[in-house]
């Protein structure tokens, strides 16, 4: 799941930047104050107006995944103790003549940017249209305004700032996500992992029949418990449910002892209380036909009052877990129409010439390409072969990958179909160099 990765929001960035700023701004004495100062107070209105719109928005009706969002890896109340930063200001300061800084020129292009900071009243009643901004504001920084006054409201922003951060603070910890939310919340992050990882959990898991069960139906059923307690440990040392297991010691878990009995759990973490953990897997998951089954509204309940411990890691391996006992389930139905497609397909092969590896060939000239497969893979097994059906596969003269039964109505199948079907996979790097060797025609 290599697209779901946890990365600082922009909310923690813009915070960081800004307390780096300013901090190492007070550890400097330069000749251009000043112009320090200004930088300062741009950069600090530009983050509060950022920090004011997530205020405005928390006020009105937002998506629930939004206010996940917005403090997934940020405390607001701690943010606005941290930038508890002061520049000192001398009320009998008298400013002396000061050089302009190295950097004055960058820094007229964007004066007019910073003018909007000031009210009227700061830039004592001077107003202007925007080309006369820079001129009006360097007269004021040469002749009328000290340090001492930008310093001054540099900190009075910072303040502002502060108490943004702590009305963000305050209207999140009071939020109560209802049951609705919560599914609503749910059904955005599953969204988010279908997109990213939905196939590739498809794909281990067709692996998983092909490597431990041969692709034999029999097999694959009788496996299909053992899949299940397999999948439901990897989820619990995900560290999922972790936040519940710390808070539930003095929980009863012999409510589910009738479900658990029938589970078997093979090497979990020496110390891991695997019981305790389907114990606070049950408060989220439902259990219907020998199977557990996602509460949607409660799972996003849990994300949002556990969004500090719960990172989207987490979030990614529930949705694995869910995606995967899903696919378990279906494949524990009973499938008629799939053995009735199975005899017919037995039948046509018995009974006419027509073969089912012709069904998935659309090359223009079928037998050129049967005549030029032979070449290819008569007499050879294993990797050799799957990487000559990858290579037919990825130039376009094959509808899809074969199957084991689809080979076997054309080829002799030497030795095992677990190789060949894993070097058909075109997610491993080693298939894909060996099939980048091979030249179909």
């Not at 953990?277 to 994300?303: C, M, N, Q, T, W």
Request: charged letters at 30%; aromatic letters at 10%.
């Amino acid at each position: 799941m290599e697209g779901l990765r946890q990365k600082k929001t922009v909310y923690l960035e813009a915070l960081e930047n800004l307390f780096q700023e300013l901090t190492s701004a007070r550890s400097m004495s330069s000749g251009g104050r000043k112009f320090l100062l200004l930088g300062l107070l741009y950069d600090v209105h530009r983050v509060h107006q950022f920090f004011l719109q997530i205020e405005s928005n928390l006020s009105e009706s937002i998506a629930v995944h939004n206010l996940l969002q917005y403090d997934a890896d940020v405390d607001y109340g701690q943010w606005s103790v941290r930038l508890d930063i002061k520049f000192d200001v001398n009320p009998f300061y008298l400013p002396e003549e000061e050089e302009e800084d190295a950097n004055a020129d960058s820094v007229k292009d964007t004066l007019w940017h910073v003018f909007d900071t000031f009210s009227r009243d700061e830039l004592k009643g001077i107003s202007c249209d925007r080309t006369g901004n820079v001129q009006a504001l360097m007269n004021l920084l040469t002749n009328d305004l000290s340090a001492d006054q930008l310093a001054l409201v540099l900190n009075e922003s910072v303040a502002a700032l502060r108490e943004s951060l702590i009305k963000i603070h305050t209207c999140i910890g009071r939020h109560r996500m209802t049951l609705d939310q919560g599914e609503e919340l749910y059904r955005y992050e599953r969204e988010l992992f279908a997109k990213e990882c939905g196939s590739s959990v498809i794909e281990e898991f067709e692996d998983w029949k092909v490597n431990s069960c041969d692709e034999n139906e029999e097999v694959i059923r009788r496996n299909l418990k053992g899949k299940y307690c397999t999948e439901m440990l990897a989820f619990f040392m995900s560290g999922f449910l972790a936040p519940r297991i710390s808070s539930q010691a003095e929980t009863d878990t012999t409510e589910f002892d009738d479900e658990y009995e029938g589970l078997r759990f093979y090497n979990p973490p020496q110390g891991m209380d695997v019981k305790a953990h389907y114990s606070a897997l049950r408060e989220i998951f439902d259990y219907k036909d020998g199977i557990v089954v996602p509460k949607a509204g409660h799972i996003g309940k849990y994300f949002f009052k556990h969004r500090k411990e719960v990172t989207l890691e987490h979030r990614a391996a529930l949705f694995r877990f869910v995606r995967m006992i899903w696919l378990i389930e279906e494949e524990r139905k009973p499938k008629p129409q799939m053995a009735i497609k199975e005899k017919e397909e037995k039948k046509i092969v018995a009974t006419t010439s027509i073969n089912l590896f012709h069904t998935i060939i659309q090359h223009e000239e079928p037998e050129k390409l049967i005549k030029r497969l032979h070449q290819l893979i008569d007499g050879r097994k294993g990797a050799d072969v799957g990487c000559v059906l990858l290579k037919c596969f990825q130039d376009g003269h094959l509808t899809r990958k074969p199957k084991q039964k689809e080979f076997e109505s054309e080829f002799t199948l030497i030795g095992g179909w677990k190789a060949i079907h894993n070097y058909m996979n075109e997610n491993d790097e080693n298939a894909l160099d060996r099939a980048n060797k091979i030249i179909v025609f």
